[in-house]
């Protein structure tokens, strides 16, 4: 009697560690599909602010510029609403392309911005997304409520940038800038938590199957996502432009 205990102790031991090591490879997944996006993004566009005719050719024709703009959108939103329905090679694709896109749409950065604008806002940026990102997987804080509040705010955020627009009022800039990057900061640890406790909730859905690779590509996303706005708002900040 005593031995079938030590037996279903040691079962349930297996088990959790077992358990323990699919999350942690779900976690290193999401990170690993996030860099790799923010890889692919950074090569793209260096590689195209380098082309001096393409680039000519994408400050001529804005309607190029926002029509690859919308082509983004809809490959998020594609993700967002149907990534249930389409297998993780094709989500994984669709991520992929994004990255790419987004290159192509941020290599107008590349070609304004100085080199060393560039690293320094880079480094400040993965400097604050890691701190950021670390706490919100470490934290025993419930940031339910910080994670709704920065929604809410980052909608008023992107109607206060539209106005901006045509208003082009450099003290909403300003406040947009740093309201911006708040939200951002508590998104990056609110997403962090949340992606953390999707693995503990599907536990076992999240092994190499078809269902838990889509998780982690949705997981990247909305990282990357973070950093991206993150970096953009920052960039306002130190960036500085080319003579």
């Known amino acids: ?36 996006g923010l890889a692919i993004t950074g090569i793209i566009s260096w590689l195209v602010a380098s082309n001096k005719e393409f680039m000519t050719m994408l ?22 609403v149907a990534v249930n329905k389409m297998s993780a090679a094709v989500a994984t694709a669709i991520y992929v392309g994004y990255a790419a896109l987004n290159g192509v749409v941020l290599s107008l950065v590349f070609y304004n911005f100085t ?24 934290t025993k804080r419930d940031l339910t409520s910080i994670g709704n509040l920065c929604f809410m705010a980052l909608i008023g955020l992107i109607i206060a940038s539209v106005v901006n627009m045509f208003w082009a009022n450099s003290m909403l800039y300003w406040i ?18 949340k992606i953390k406790q999707m693995s503990v909730a599907l536990g076992d859905e999240l ?12 997981g990247a996303l909305t990282l990357y996502l973070d950093f991206i706005n993150l970096f953009l708002l920052l960039l306002r900040i130190f960036g500085g432009r080319r003579d």
Not at 115 to 138: D, P
Not at 207 to 218: L, N, Q, R, W
Request: hydrophobic fraction near 45%.
């Open 176 to 193: 947009t800038t740093y309201v911006g990057i708040l939200i951002f900061v508590g998104l990056t640890a609110y997403d962090t938590q």
């Open 1 to 36: 009697m005593y031995g079938n205990f030590e037996n279903a102790q040691e079962r349930l031991a297996s088990g959790s560690k077992g358990l323990a090591q699919v999350q942690a490879s779900f976690i290193n997944r999401v990170y690993g599909w996030m860099c790799g």
């Open 59 to 80: 400050i001529a024709h804005p309607i190029l510029f926002f029509g690859l703009i919308i082509v983004e959108l809809v490959m998020v939103g594609s993700l967002g």
């Open 207 to 218: 092994s190499e199957t078809d269902s838990g690779k889509k998780f982690a590509i949705m």
């Open 115 to 138: 080199a060393e604008s560039l690293a320094t806002t880079f480094f400040a940026t993965a400097g604050t997304f890691g701190a950021m990102s670390l706490y919100g997987y470490v």
